[in-house]
């Protein structure tokens, strides 16, 4: 458990893909054996059985103990993943993950009764391709015999508070291709996996339910609520995971005794307690004594469970790299428990799997009791909630955030222009992706090594996609201009555009709506001229910098100023290109106002108003105006040694304040910035606290650009810095938050919807995960913030929004990371800088209502057109503009604003193409925009010839027709006598794809380039 976890040091490691992975041979997505192995394995598919034709029988009439044999492997926290697959750093943990595979195939050799199952698919392929044929032989029987069972199979177990939907789904969409390859049928999960992280959203249920899955299992929900679950027997329930979704109910359980051996029966080496002394005549035969002990676990664990089916798990972190102890335990166990039948026990224990548990308990007929809304958030103890972690690491959680975005870029172009090492590095990039999904990455709860380590996989992936699409864009555009990411825009640093006089913007858009984007360039020019590929000259603005900006001591680039202009009509999925030129005219530079009167912001939409201190403080929208205010507070982390509650610390995973928030200052320097383009506020609240508030021409949003750090601790304090926005909103202690970027969820100040709360800890116990968007509203005015990574979130007064945006502290929180989240960089505190978007407007019907522009928005943050810059020094405007394509889309029309083209990437087969299309609209939302919309294929790729098109489950690892879900009935529903229930949409009929609110349809689309 985490909570007995070591600490270690760390190396380096990248995760390479399956398109280069040596001794596995691909022929149209399936497997290939060598031909000396072929005949075996076919024999092996002709005899075996897995999945539900392989569980074991449960006994009437009797208590049947599923035994889980598991081991629970990150991938990546106390050490990085290479440390943690290859075991090195022993001092700090003992873990090795190829010693775990090792030993478990050569223990279920040994008896075909043994069973085991495995989750990470990034450790299994990794282990995978070093085996010999022998060993991938015998490991396909034991998974053909459904006796290595692989549940979850996504690429980690993944976080479900700071990971967004679409990294979510493309996680696992690349474990399961890869079992699915190279196991067939029997390699495909059923059961949901996810026995570690901190809290459950109910996305993550229904992205299950739409994979397939059968149910899903997890250890962590709050004490109370767990306690209050076990009491009533409602531990296993029925998850309605989508209020827009058919079809989304989950079974789910809640396992007993976290995801460990019971006390007293854990037989691992790394594990303290007695085996089974089983000798005849000898003095420490502790058969009796143990059988009888295990049966006083189960007979008590029964009465908090409905079922005559009990799952145990039989494992925990990094067990089994001597698996041949586990096993010879647990036979005897089996066996020695088993013949107490004979004298009257009803207790009957075997080896079994998730999904063998799943039957078993669906074949009893029952009913099951509901659950509608999450299990966040998460607290271990009255004092112990695990919402820190929401905003732990904002600058790895913004890191991971760009690297999804330039996965959807990457992808699509390397589907454009498809080559053997342009998919090995889409490969690269979709494998580091998936290992920051994971629950100790994207949450920031591992040690600092491995956040560094996390970083260094990242950029070594960003770097290897940037190849593929520099190679497309020079292919498409017939030009050899060198297409460069600008990844320093954060510091406002990009070296081309710093040092060349001639330079190339161009902007890829990656989602199926045109798109626009204002560009913010760091020159240092004072003066350009852009042009588009008409030759259109752009309107241009030269915006100072911030000093806080300028002045970071780690910039390297000697720009203080930013060229901005407006890039309009970004095609769908398509770029734009445009040609900048320095021009050495005599202008000034933009003029920077300091006042310290009130002043004004605005667009001829909106105005912001500052009051006399420096302080937003309305806003006016046509003729209305409304309180606006927003300000940065601190809370200081507590500080305690954790050896009662009550003294816990704030730390990687816990937020417990020991202070109500205080205001980081009580007046703020201001600069007025004015142009076309762009108006600006620049802030500055404290040495550590800075901000830009922008409003850009014909813009609703208002955009904050914040920056935090270094934190000061000279003090002898840690900091959890907040940022504020009031507004008069009469919200009566409802808001709602995202889950995982999709549908939202409706949170009650101090309320939970299954039991009664009683707070010791107010603010934290009132935080919940915001991946992309917090809002409140009442019956006239609604405002929503989106940022630009998760972070914690509350409204703990009404019509007030609060998001934690950096924490830097003193003392671990005692639950395994062993370090006090005190990052730095380059020798000081870290810094970090980021986005809000602030909408507020009334409810009333309009042209375009306020959420419309909250969900258009809300894509346009995640994936804006992505920048690339060009050297043109020896290319001249007149040589770009005759000699090469600079405007190019694959799409002939946008799609509707409503759709939105989730996936498009290059499948298996040559001219195929792995396709998601998804509603981006809830239901009752918006009278138009939440409306079902049919789409016609022939249409919106009407640059192709459309030769065959097949649905898919979500994952794509199963034909859609080839999909049926276990049924499982809620209280007090009686339960039919038919109970599966089979999908109803199978082939495609027609070109017409029909999508109803929130709906998810997947394709794989073969089709050529016309």
């Known amino acids: 458990m985490r909570c007995l976890r070591l600490a270690l040091f760390a190396a380096a490691f990248l995760l390479l893909g399956a398109a280069a992975r040596p001794g596995r041979r691909h022929r149209g997505g399936r497997l290939v054996l060598d031909a000396h192995h072929q005949w075996k394995y076919n024999e092996i598919k002709r005899d075996a059985k897995c999945g539900y034709e392989s569980c074991p029988a449960p006994v009437d009439g009797m208590l049947n103990v ?19 697959y290859y075991g090195s750093s022993t001092n700090h943990q003992l873990a090795g993950v190829q010693y775990i595979l090792d030993s478990v195939v050569e223990a279920l050799r040994k008896n075909p009764e043994r069973r085991f199952i495995y ?13 010999t044929p022998d060993i991938q032989e015998a490991v396909q029987q034991l998974v053909q015999e459904g006796r290595l069972e692989f549940v979850g199979g996504a690429w980690s177990m993944n976080d479900e508070a700071a990971s967004h939907y679409q990294s979510l789904i493309d996680q696992f969409t690349w474990g399961l291709r890869l079992l699915n390859d190279t196991f067939g049928e029997c390699g495909r999960p059923r059961a949901g996996w996810q026995i570690d992280p901190f809290g459950h959203s109910r996305e993550q249920a229904s992205i299950f339910a739409q994979m397939g899955f059968d149910g899903m299992f997890f250890a962590r929900l709050d004490w109370r609520d767990k306690s209050k679950r076990l009491e009533d027997q409602t531990a296993e329930m029925l998850w309605k995971s989508s209020a827009n979704l058919e079809d989304s109910d989950v079974f789910t359980s809640v396992l007993y005794n976290h995801y460990s051996a019971p006390p007293g029966f854990c037989f691992d080496v790394l594990c303290r307690d007695d085996p089974f ?23 008590t664990m029964a009465t908090r469970y409905r079922s005559n089916n009990l799952i145990i798990t039989m494992g925990d972190d990094f067990n089994y790299m001597d698996a041949n102890m586990n096993f010879v335990n647990m036979d005897k166990l089996i066996k020695y428990t088993n013949e107490r039948q004979s004298t009257g026990s009803n207790v009957n224990l075997l080896y079994s799997t998730p999904t063998c548990y799943l039957k078993a308990v669906h074949d009893e007929n029952l009913t099951w009791p509901t659950k509608t809304d999450d299990f966040f958030p998460y607290a271990s103890d009255p004092h112990s909630y695990w919402t820190g972690y929401f905003t732990s690491r904002p600058t790895s959680k913004r890191m991971e955030r760009q690297g999804n975005h330039l996965l959807q870029v990457c992808k699509q172009l390397t589907a454009l222009n498809p080559t053997a090492e342009g998919e090995k590095h889409l490969t690269a990039l979709r494998e580091a992706i998936g290992v920051m999904q994971h629950h100790d990455a994207i949450t920031g709860t591992e040690k600092q090594h491995v956040t560094d380590d996390y970083s260094r996989m990242l950029h070594v992936a960003f770097e290897a996609c940037e190849i593929n699409t520099n190679d497309a864009l020079q292919a498409l555009s017939k030009s050899e201009l060198k297409f460069e990411s600008c990844n320093l825009l954060n510091i406002s640093q990009c070296e081309v555009s710093e040092t060349k006089e001639n330079f190339v913007v161009t902007l890829y858009n990656p989602l199926a709506q045109a798109n626009y984007k204002y560009v913010r360039l760091p020159v240092t020019g004072n003066s350009y001229v852009v042009k588009d590929h008409q030759g259109f000259e752009i309107p241009t603005q030269m915006v100072p910098m911030p000093p806080p900006v300028a002045d970071l001591f780690y910039r390297t680039g000697l720009s203080t100023q930013e060229l901005v202009f407006l890039a309009n009509d970004v095609p769908p999925m398509g770029y734009r290109s445009y040609y900048v030129t320095e021009t050495y005219d005599a202008v000034p530079p933009q003029e920077r106002k300091t006042k310290k009167d009130t002043v004004s912001i605005g667009n001829n939409l909106l105005t912001l108003n500052f009051d006399e201190n420096g302080f937003l403080s309305t806003i006016k929208i046509g003729d209305d105006t409304h309180r606006l205010q927003q300000d940065f507070l601190y809370y200081e982390g507590a500080y305690g040694n954790n050896e009662v509650f009550e003294n816990r610390s704030s730390g990687a995973y816990i937020f417990r304040p020991n202070s109500t928030g205080l205001h980081a200052a009580q007046s703020v320097e201001l600069t007025v910035i004015e142009g076309d383009q762009v108006q600006e506020v620049h802030q500055r609240f404290n040495e550590y606290i800075s901000q830009v508030i922008r409003v850009y021409d014909n813009e609703m949003q208002v955009e904050f650009e914040w920056m935090v750090g270094p934190i000061p601790i000279d003090d002898g304090k840690g900091k959890e ?22 549908e939202m969820m409706r949170r009650v100040r101090n309320q ?3 039991w009664d709360l009683e707070l010791m800890e107010p603010v934290a116990g009132n935080y919940y995960p915001v991946t992309t968007k917090i809002a409140l509203e009442d019956d006239s005015l609604r405002m929503a913030v989106l940022n630009d990574r998760a972070q914690g979130g509350t409204s703990m007064e009404d019509g007030v929004i609060e998001l934690m945006v950096h924490r830097r502290l003193l003392r671990d929180d005692a639950f395994g990371v062993g370090e006090a989240l005190n990052e730095t960089a380059y020798g000081v505190g870290l810094i970090a800088r980021g986005k809000h978007y602030l909408l507020i407007g009334s409810k009333a019907p309009q042209i375009t209502p306020i959420q419309v522009r909250e969900r258009v928005l809300q894509n346009r943050v995640m994936l804006s057109p992505w920048l690339f810059v060009s050297d043109a020094t020896d290319v001249s405007f007149d040589q770009w503009q005759s000699n090469f394509v600079n405007m190019y889309s694959t799409m002939i029309a946008s799609l509707p604003a409503n759709v939105n083209l989730l996936t498009f990437e290059a499948w298996k087969q040559p001219a195929t193409y792995l396709v998601r299309f998804e509603h981006l609209f809830e239901k009752n939302e918006d009278s138009l925009y939440s409306a079902p919309v049919t789409l016609d294929l022939e249409v919106v790729f009407s640059e192709f010839e459309i030769v065959d098109v097949r649905e898919t489950t979500l994952a794509a690892n199963q034909w859609k027709e ?21 999908n109803t949409i199978n082939k495609m009929n027609s070109m017409e794809v029909e999508l109803t609110p929130m709906e998810i349809r997947t394709f794989v689309i073969q089709m050529n380039k016309k």
């Open 119 to 131: 989750v990470e698919s990034a450790f299994f392929f990794k282990w995978w391709d070093e085996q």
């Open 721 to 742: 810095i907040i940022t504020r926005y009031y507004s008069d909103i009469q919200s009566e202690g409802v808001f709602w938050t995202d889950s995982n970027g999709r």
């Open 66 to 84: 599923h035994l889980v044999p598991h081991s629970h492997d990150d991938v990546g926290w106390l050490k990085t993943v290479d440390q943690y």
């Open 962 to 982: 080839d999909s049926s879900r276990l049924k499982f009935y809620a209280d007090p529903v009686p339960v039919p006598e038919e109970v599966t229930r089979k």
């Open 752 to 754: 939970r919807e299954t």
């Open 277 to 299: 002394v089983d000798g005849k005549y000898s003095a420490e035969n502790n058969v009796r004594q143990k059988v009888d002990d295990f049966l006083t676990f189960i007979n």
